[in-house]
């Protein structure tokens, strides 16, 4: 599923903006990241809510830190670690996600 029909599935833009990333550019940068850490996240099921959340949290997280082994995208999901369990996100996930 492209990055644009999972975001109109959830009810948002793709050319919203997250910081100077548009939603479909954000969207774009999570789902490789999903899978570049093998993640299990059931974005289908990912609430408009709860996307904006991870997008707000994404857009701090490019502010915050370095793009360098995935920091940025490491951050918005650690920040969000509770509201993603419920779509996937395991201990073990945050485990290997947490850089410190």
């Not at 899978?35 to 904006?52: A, F, N, T």
Request: aromatic share 8%; with cysteine; glycine share 4%.
């Amino acid at each position: 599923m492209t990055a644009a029909k999972i975001l109109q599935s959830a009810g948002l833009k793709p050319d919203d903006s997250v910081s100077s990333l548009d939603n479909e550019e954000a969207m774009e940068r999570l789902l490789e990241f999903i899978k570049e850490w093998e993640l299990h996240i059931q974005v289908k099921k990912i609430s408009k809510k709860d996307w904006e959340k991870l997008f707000s949290s994404y857009a701090g997280s490019i502010i915050d830190h370095h793009p360098e082994n995935d920091h940025q995208e490491r951050g918005a999901f650690l920040r969000n670690e509770q509201m993603l369990k419920k779509y996937g996100l395991t201990d073990e996930d945050v485990a290997r996600l947490d850089f410190c």
